[in-house]
């Protein structure tokens, strides 16, 4: 089984397939790659726990994802922001987006969600921090990073003929990675600085 392979039963809506499979591969590959896919399906299936109001084994998997992030070949905060998109995925189309776009480039300028509700486009920018104790996530969105999403959202309205009406919100997440209640806070219309 590969990565592709568990990405593909993941697609598929197969999560505990995909979790399984993972676990597996993780076993013997702890590579970048297989670390981000053990992430990612053992974020599905601690939805999938939650859901059906199984509290304990959602506990076990977050206990396992903040043990791999000790010994991952990954940054901490890299997989922290993977585990708070994904959050900030399953938050947004709770409340009825349609998911466009994830992780979209525009050169070396990237916009982390790209959502539709009716004719509104909505451009997301995802900020997750383990404690808020030094600096809002929000305030992370600092003036460079302002401009470059600017460029990116300019690009991404010109490829994709974008006629209809656009807005920037901006998601934080704050918790350890895999809490079981992490703190979200959707800000919409989250204003772009025009220095």
């Given amino acids: 089984m590969t990565v592709e392979d568990v ?17 597996s591969l993780y076993a013997v590959d702890k590579s970048k790659d297989a670390t981000i896919c053990m992430l990612l399906t ?15 084994e959602a506990e076990k998997i977050a206990l396992a994802l903040q043990r791999m992030a000790v010994n991952a070949p990954i940054a901490e905060h890299t997989l922290l922001g993977l585990w708070g998109e994904e959050l900030a995925v399953d938050y947004l189309s709770n409340k009825g987006y349609i998911i466009l776009e994830r992780d979209w480039h525009s050169a070396h300028k990237d916009i982390d ?32 990073k302002q401009q470059n999403l600017r460029r990116a ?3 991404y309205i010109h490829y994709r003929i974008i006629d209809g009406p656009i807005r920037f919100d ?3 997440i704050v918790g350890t990675l895999g809490s079981l209640n992490p703190e979200i806070e959707h800000i919409e219309d989250f204003a772009l600085s025009m220095r």
Avoid: C
């Avoid at 404690?131 to 600092?142: G, H, S, T």
């Fill in 7 to 23: 990405f593909d039963l993941r697609k598929h809506g197969r999560v505990e397939d995909a979790y399984d499979a993972s676990r």
């Fill in 42 to 56: 053992a974020v599905d299936m601690q939805r999938r726990f939650l859901s059906d109001g199984r509290a304990e």
């Fill in 153 to 155: 959202i300019n690009h």
């Fill in 170 to 172: 901006v998601i934080t």
């Fill in 113 to 144: 969600i790209i959502v539709r509700k009716g004719d509104l486009t909505v451009f997301v920018e995802v900020k997750a921090r383990r404690n808020d104790m030094f600096i809002n996530p929000a305030e992370a969105v600092n003036w460079k």
